[in-house]
């Protein structure tokens, strides 16, 4: 589907729930979150983060040593400039993955017809 069509349109029970074109429905629509996977200790790199007035949420995982952070924005364009450089700005954290989070069209059509 991704190949062919670069403008989906999800119904729900006959009624048209979203629309619009395909990259802008798997970046997640209205909300733009960011996934941040480093090592190292949270804490300090935490609170610089959350300080920030165009971040509205992170939610953290740790696993195996290392944190997972899905950052949610409400100014992207700040986030895309700023925030792995916040990141970073840590010396003692090492950042393994960074990105703007992507869903699948599947979890897309499952959260749309809930």
Request: zero cysteines; glycine letters at 10%.
């Amino acid at each position: 589907l991704l190949q062919v069509s670069d403008t989906v349109g999800i119904l729900n029970r006959g009624e048209l729930v979203a629309q619009g074109p395909t990259g802008k429905l798997l970046a997640g629509g209205k909300r733009t979150v960011y996934s941040v996977v480093f090592k190292g200790d949270p804490g300090r790199v935490h609170r610089l983060v959350a300080g920030q007035p165009w971040v509205s949420n992170i939610s953290a995982m740790r696993l195996n040593g290392r944190t997972e952070w899905q950052v949610t924005v409400t100014d992207e364009a700040i986030a895309e400039a700023e925030l792995l450089r916040l990141v970073l700005a840590d010396e003692r954290v090492t950042v393994t993955e960074f990105g703007r989070r992507e869903y699948e069209l599947e979890s897309i059509f499952v959260s749309l017809g809930k």
